[in-house]
DNA sequence: TCGTTCTTCTAAATCGATCTAGAAAAACGA
DNA sequence: TCGTTTTTCTAGATCGATTTAGAAGAACGA
C-alpha cells in the first residue's frame, strides 16, 4: 500500500515516469490507449495519484492560499464578519479551484507565529485585519507571496478597504444631529481574560480600524465627550460586559457606540437585561452590519462584507484583476437603535 | 531576492547545507555561535527559512489537515453548525501547531472534487457531513491518510457522533406527547435552484444524517402522518421556502419540523410573517441547538457542536487518544416554539 | 599520555514528482 | 519515394529541503 509512487506505475506498465506524470497531468500528451493501461495500472497498485507535496515542489504551485488571521482561529469563526468575509473569499477560491488554508498567527508571539506562516505550503496570502508592525508580516514579506490586506496601512500593496474614517465620521454626524454630545465608545482591548470592563485612553488602543474609526467620531463630533471602554476582545460577551459596566455606572453616556456590530449588539442585550429600550433610553451604534444587526434593528455602518471577501480573492488569484488598490462604499443604515438624546 | 535556498545561505556561511538546515529546525546540534551567524545570513541574503513544500516532502509531514465539505465553501459559512465545528476543530488544530486546509469536494461531480482532495498537501482528513459513497472519499481512502468522519456509516472507522435515531425518537415523543399526529419536515433537497418547493418520496432524501433523523421521528410516532417538504439546500432561505409552502397550502400539518435548526428558524420566520405565532398556533422544532436556536426560543435537540469538532481534532492529531469512535450525548431542549396540538 | 566520549559539523542519498530537450515512430505532402 | 511534420514517448536534470551515517576535533577521565 505504501510506498507506492510514480516509479512503481511505471514500471509495473513498463514506460517512464514522465510518461505515467503526463497521464495524470497532460492527458493529450500521450495515446488513450496507454493512458488508459496507466490509470488502470495506478488503480490497481492503490497508487492515489501524484503526490501533493511533490507537486508542489516541483511545480512551485500549491493550490492553496493562506489566509491569516490575529485572534485564535476559534474567534474567526464565532465572528460573524470574519465568517462574511471568509464565505466570500471561499466563494473567489473555489472558482479558481484553490483552498484555504487557515492560518491563526498569535497576537504577538513571535516565535509561535512564525511557525504557521513560514511552513504553510501556499500559493498567496489573504492578510485579515492584522494590525500594521506584526511579526508574521515580516515573515511573509520575507517569503516574497503575493499578498493582499484588509487595511490600507499594511505592508503590501494590495488591498481592499473601505474609508473608515469617512464612515466613522458619517455615524457620527448622525449622532450629533440627535443631539449626542456624551458617548461611551466599546473598543476592543488588550485586557487579558477576568480583568472586567476598564476604561481606556486613546493611545492604548491598538493600531488599524479602530483607531481610525475612532479619529473618524472625533472628527464628526468635535465638541463630545467621547469615553473609551473596553469589555475584553471582539465579541458579544465582551460588548455585553463593557456595556454593563457602563450602564451600572454613576456617569451614563446618552449613547454607546460598539466598534463592530458583536459589541453593540453585546451591549443591547445588556440594556434589555435591565429593562432599557434601544434607541429611546440610550442609543446603540454598530459598525459593519452582519446579518444579525438588522435583525436586531441596530443602527451601523453597512459595508459589503462577503464582497470584500470576494475582491480579495480575485485580487490574489485573478490574473485579470489590474487594480490593486480597491475601496468598497459604506453606508450609514439607521434602525431604531439611535434615536435622539434626552434633553438634559 | 527570489532563488535563495539553503544552499544560497550554506555557501555564502561557508558551511554545509545540512548545517543550515539544522540550524532553523534542530537548534542545539551545532554551536550558537554559529547558529547566529547563519541566521543574521540568512536575513540579509532575504532567505525566508526552508521551502514548505520541500519541507513537506521530504520530511513527509505537511503541518495541515483538511475538512471535507460536501457542500460549497461558502455556505460552510453560512451554516452556524459548520462554523460552530470547525470553531472547535480550530482549536485543536491550533494546539497541535497545525492549519486548517478548507476543500470543498463538491456534491457529486468526480473530476471536480478530485482536484482539491488530491492536490491538497494535509497529513489527516476531517470528513465533515460527507455521505458515504461520494467519489471524494475513495480518493481519499486511496491516499491511506488518517481520516475522521462526523458520521459513523462513513468509510473510515474514526469518527465522533450523536445517535441521530435515537436523538430524533426523543423529539418524536416530544410531538406525540404534545398531541401532533401530522407534520410536515423540512428536508434538504437536491433540488435545483428555482424550481421552488417539492414534496419530497422517503426515499429521495440522501444518506446520512437526514435519513436517520426521519427514522428516529417515525419510530417515536407510528400513528403520524409524515409528510417531507424541501425547500432547497440546507439553508434559513430554504426553511422560509418550504414552510411558506407548507403555510400557505390548504392542508396545514400541525407542526413543522425542521432537520436543522437553520429550516426551523427560516419556517418561524415564515410563520412571524404571516402573523403566526410559533408554539401556539403551529408548532416549529429543529436540531442541533445553534445559538440562535436559544434566542428564537426554539425547541430543538441539543447535541455539543464544538465538542464535536474538538474530538474530532483529537481523534486526527493527538497520539494520546486512543478512542476511535466517540457518541456524544444529545438533550432535547424545550422551548416556547412547540406547543400542544390544536384539538380538531 | 592515551583511549573514550561529546560536541560540532558534513557528504551523499533521498523524498516524489515535473520539466526540458530530444529520440523514435507514425502520418503526411508532393 | 523521400523529406517533413506531427504524434508519442523517454532520459536525465531539477525543485529545496531533511536525514543518516560518520568524520574531525574538543573535552575528559584515569
New binding site residues.
Partial sequence: MA??????V?KAV?????????A???P????????DRILAAAHELG?A???A???A????KAGAIGVLFTDKLSYAFSDPFAVGFLAGLAEVAEEFRTSLLLMPVGTEDTADSSTAVQQAAIDAAAIFCVPYGHPALDILAARGLPAAATDPDNYTDSWVAIDEVAAAMSLGEHLTRLGHRDIVVLVEGAGAAGTGPVEMRLDEVLSGNPTQRLEGLQKAMPEARIRLVSGGHNAFNSGVAGASWVLDSQDRPTAIVGLSDVQALGAMEAMRVRGLVPGRDLTVTGFDDIPAAEQAGLTTIHQPIGEKGRVLGRLLLDPATTERQVLLPTELVVRASSGPAPKR
Wanted: charged share 20%; no cysteine.
Fill in positions: 510506498g507506492v509512487t510514480l516509479k512503481t511505471a513498463g514506460v517512464s515516469p514522465s510518461t505515467v506524470s503526463n495524470y497531468n497532460k493529450d500528451q500521450l495515446s488513450t490507449a496507454l493512458r497508487y495519484g501524484p503526490d507535496s511533490a507537486r515542489l516541483r511545480s512551485g
